[in-house]
């Protein structure tokens, strides 16, 4: 079982930056691919960045590249998003998943834990 809690949501003006954080229990979080989706209001959930076991494989989203970087530092068990150059569309719930495997994955069906969510609201 992994518990984790997303932290760094917040409300941003356009062009501006946040950093979002996945704190994960457990000693066990090496072993799990990770990955961030976001759902805005009306919206499916909908696919963010995903990073593998030891960080050396990752992809983001196309409407993200470029902006936001994803990352993880397994002795801190930890999970990042990096957001930059943010824009009113990016605003959205953000969620941290991971799965029970060590390959990245896009599709939220293939993760087996979720975190309770951060908002993040871009101003225009």
């Known amino acids: 079982q992994v518990r984790l809690v997303e932290s760094g949501g917040g409300l941003v003006q356009a062009g501006g930056s946040l950093r979002l954080s996945c704190a994960a229990s457990?000693?066990?979080?090496?072993?799990?691919?990770m990955g961030w989706f976001r759902q805005a209001t009306g919206k499916e959930r909908e696919f963010v960045a995903t990073?593998?076991?030891?960080?050396?494989?990752?992809n983001v989203a196309d409407s993200v590249k470029g902006r936001f970087t994803i990352s993880r530092d397994n002795a801190q068990n930890t999970m990042y998003l990096q957001m930059n150059s943010l824009k009113p569309e990016d605003t959205a719930v953000y969620y941290c998943a991971a799965r029970r495997t060590i390959w990245t994955s896009r599709a939220s069906s293939e993760y087996d834990y979720w975190g309770q969510g951060t908002q993040v609201t871009v101003s225009s």
């Open positions: 990073i593998n076991w030891n960080g050396d494989t990752s």
């Open positions: 457990g000693r066990t979080f090496s072993s799990y691919a």
